[in-house]
């Protein structure tokens, strides 16, 4: 198969930043033109050229578009096995694709939990099935993520899982996590930290402050989050391990790492949209899509995770993708479950960072897709002999956002009717389109 992108900003950070053709043969990015150059252009749009791949010859017109290596989420549930009725693996990549994402890393917390060869082996497989995004599980730290004993991390490992996290759960005991941080440093691989004191939690819904006060309902204060952070960079210290922070929704939190980098201590962080976009301020009328955990903070925290991004201390945006169906969100507000949609949402909400002047296009794709690759250990450049996994960015078109059509099982969202600019053109993995909008 032969597909021709035409007039495109082609934008891989580090690499390649300008307006150029590119040319997929055979999965493959084989040529990347510059279209002064009149002879190449000439050869590749010639009869005798197109002849040889007949209706196999695609060519896409991007102009006004930007091309970036292919999106990354790293953190996503995608509940296939066990809570299929929240999302399987076909809905989900199937969002993933529509929201411009190549790749996602999905989260161990199944049933049964991700802690074993066999269970990441079956992710895997469902995912190549599918030819849609790309899945990389993670696997659990300890046995059914309950913290008391390590699981089989090598097994994993060789199975394909590309980093550990008990994520929805923090692993409490600190010297369980020691071990578990010495063993993965041997095995060089990341540790994905779910950051989460449960006794400062101790039942809250969202945070702790005025707003919680004001609603009636049980608060979360910031140190549920920034005392295990805390403890964690100390651990990352002294095991002299790779450490990725989920999730980072604190002004405490994204100091400590903060600090931690200029020391030298080999941490990363992720925050998600929501935690720019909203605080909890926004928390109207016990609306249970704006539940999550960590919760929606307040205002100098939201302004804290703004200047993470902007100075580099946080390392990139996940989207925290959590379906759930509507028996698991239309209850009380104390009762629902914690947790919102994100992969198609996630793109847009995060162009409004590049719009509002807080990154630049090619920050958004560093902290979108280079970073997510480099921390899972990927080689997504755009050049040639590379396999062509490539996202198209429309970044003009004006929509609101619209729950009854996502691709996702469920439309648990806060930012149903967001005036949004900006989405996905079109998502390419192997060389293959998985989604256009065109």
Do not use: W
């Not at 819904?205 to 979360?220: A, F, L, R």
């Not at 651990?235 to 790492?257: N, Y």
């Not at 100098?300 to 989207?319: F, H, M, N, P, R």
């Not at 755009?382 to 469920?410: H, Q, V």
């Amino acid at each position: 198969m032969q597909i021709l992108i035409k007039g495109a900003r082609v934008l891989d950070p580090g690499n390649i930043d300008g307006k150029k053709d590119i040319i997929i043969q055979d999965n493959l990015i084989k040529a990347i033109i510059d279209p002064g150059d009149d002879e190449f252009q000439a050869y590749y749009q010639s009869p005798n050229y197109k002849s040889d791949y007949k209706s196999d010859y695609t060519i896409i017109d991007a102009d006004q578009m930007i091309v970036v290596p292919g999106l990354i989420d790293i953190h996503v549930h995608l509940r296939e096995p066990g809570y299929e009725y929240k999302e399987t693996i076909e809905t989900g990549l199937r969002a993933a694709a529509k929201g411009g994402f190549t790749a996602v890393c999905s989260m161990p917390n199944t049933n049964p939990v991700n802690d074993n060869a066999e269970t990441s082996k079956f992710i895997i497989n469902r995912a190549n099935e599918l030819g849609l995004s790309r899945v990389y599980p993670t696997g659990a730290i300890t046995r059914g993520s309950m913290g008391k004993s390590l699981a089989e991390i090598h097994e994993m490992q060789q199975a394909g899982v590309v980093a550990v996290t008990d994520d929805g759960k923090p692993v409490e005991n600190s010297n369980l996590m020691r071990r578990a941080l010495e063993y993965c440093k041997d095995l060089d691989i990341p540790i994905f930290v779910h950051a989460e004191e449960l006794n400062l939690v101790n039942g809250g819904s969202m945070n702790e402050g005025k707003y919680s006060t004001i609603k009636g309902i049980k608060g979360i204060p910031n140190a549920a989050e920034s005392v295990m952070v805390v403890r964690d960079i100390a651990l990352a210290e002294l095991t002299d391990s790779k450490v990725h922070f989920c999730h980072i929704s604190t002004r405490e939190s994204v100091e400590a790492i903060r600090q931690a980098k200029k020391r030298g201590v080999n941490v990363s962080c992720e925050t998600a949209p929501h935690y720019f976009i909203l605080t909890d301020e926004d928390v109207k009328d016990y609306n249970t899509n704006f539940k999550m955990n960590p919760p929606l903070r307040s205002k100098e925290d939201k302004k804290a995770v703004i200047q993470g991004l902007k100075d580099g201390t946080i390392d990139l945006i996940a989207s925290d993708h959590a379906p759930h169906s509507v028996t698991d969100k239309d209850v009380a507000f104390d009762k629902a479950a914690f947790g919102i949609v994100g992969l198609e949402t996630s793109l847009p909400l995060s162009m409004k960072l590049v719009q509002d002047n807080i990154l630049t296009m090619e920050d958004l794709v560093v902290k979108m897709s280079k970073n997510p690759a480099k921390i899972i250990g990927l080689n997504n450049d755009i050049k040639p002999g590379n396999t062509a996994d490539l996202t198209i960015i429309d970044p003009e078109t004006i929509y609101e956002i619209d729950p009854e059509k996502f691709e996702s099982k469920s439309c648990n969202t806060p930012f149903a009717g967001f005036k949004v600019q900006g989405c996905a053109f079109l998502t390419m993995v192997n060389g293959r389109i998985i989604y256009h909008n065109f």
